[in-house]
């Protein structure tokens, strides 16, 4: 069975809440954290943007706060699940009028987020099964002037250069002005994942991870000399995504 990826946002003012989540989420190999936002407004943009599978949001925040935010997001054409989270339970009706698949309370249960990340994974599939041709065909580069069309199996990693981004694959290098981010968001359901701001990886090819300094790692890919750096906020998640 192909490894199933869920796009998530985590939406809070508070840092600390934000990477406590973080943490706790790189537990679920299903779970991929795409970006992160401190504002309800900055939720909305991130969400149209980024296009996530599922938000997280927090409901105490100020000016645009996480109903608010709910709202807006229910209004885009391609809505994502939404997870309320807050350390206060008298918000808990009002989250569910907006189809919220879950409110979790701070501090969070593992087993309680367990049981949410099973429902998120329940819904995404569902809604895969009713759309099953969103994972086929080629990606589409479109390079000095001439769009080529690559099999996702075939390409190695993604390396974003200057201004440029590079696709080294099996059989050369392909050079596009296609932001980092847009890749990503085209290859997640093909088992790409981010290791560093500036690296996408396949990992299909993932063939050594090294330790380095400071917490980061080095990665290796199948039939390629360099070793690639892996930034420590990504190590937790990709070592739970390469493990069997």
Known sequence: MEPTFIRAIIVDDEPYSRDELRHLLGCFPSIQIVDEAETGESAVMKTIQQQPDVV???VEMPKMNGMMAAKALMELKKAPLVVFTTAYPQFAVEAFRYDAVDYLLKPYDEDQLKETIERIEKKFIM???ADPGKSTGKLAVESDGEIYYLEPKDLL???????LTK???KNGVYETKTPLKDLESRLVDFGFFRIHKSFLVNLEHVTRLSPWFNGAYQLQIDGREEMLSVSRNYVKALRTKLEI
């Open 56 to 58: 997280f949001l927090d």
């Open 167 to 169: 696709l080294i694959t």
């Open 157 to 163: 990693y993604i390396v974003r250069d200057d201004k």
């Open 127 to 129: 809604k895969k099964e």
